[in-house]
């Protein structure tokens, strides 16, 4: 799923739209990735002389990537809205700087009636730097 493909899926448009490319997406597992870049505005303040990628963005980022499992699942249509109600288990192992390429990996846990939890780990050259169990739901567009 190029990012023509992901626009048309979520609404996020930058600087919030934290998914360059989903590599691969079938109804219970995905892979997408995330370029991390220097010139990104969060990295001006977080840390100056230091700059990693705020926590609370990497989990936005493994959110935005289950999209594409999500737009999988019966009932959903184009246009639907899906929201983050729950974050449970976030681990954050090590720090991700920008020139990382941040590979966001998951599977679906379940999906029933619109809402639904996903299992997601954030990695860098194939190590953990994070992980989460995030729940969502859906609203249709």
């Known amino acids: 799923m190029d990012i023509q493909e992901i626009l048309k ?3 996020h448009r930058y600087p919030f739209l934290l998914v360059d490319r ?14 991390v870049t220097f010139n990104e505005p969060h990295f001006q303040g977080h840390f100056p ?6 926590g609370v963005l ?11 499992t999500i737009a999988k699942q019966p009932g959903f249509a184009p246009g639907g809205l899906v929201f983050l109600v729950g ?9 991700v700087v920008p020139g990382d390429t941040l590979i966001l990996e998951g599977e679906l846990l379940f999906f029933r009636r ?9 990695l860098v050259e194939g190590e953990e730097r994070a992980s989460a169990t995030l729940s969502f739901a859906v609203r249709e567009g």
Not at 49 to 54: E, K, L, Q, T
Not at 59 to 65: D, S
């Open 87 to 95: 974050v449970e288990e976030a681990r954050f192992k090590r720090p």
């Open 58 to 68: 990497i989990l936005e980022a493994m959110a935005q990537a289950a999209v594409g």
């Open 22 to 35: 989903v590599l691969e997406a079938d109804e219970k597992r995905f892979r997408a990735l995330k370029n």
């Open 114 to 122: 619109g809402l639904g939890k996903v299992a997601v780990k954030a």
């Open 9 to 11: 899926l979520l609404p």
């Open 49 to 54: 002389g230091y700059p990693i990628m705020p």
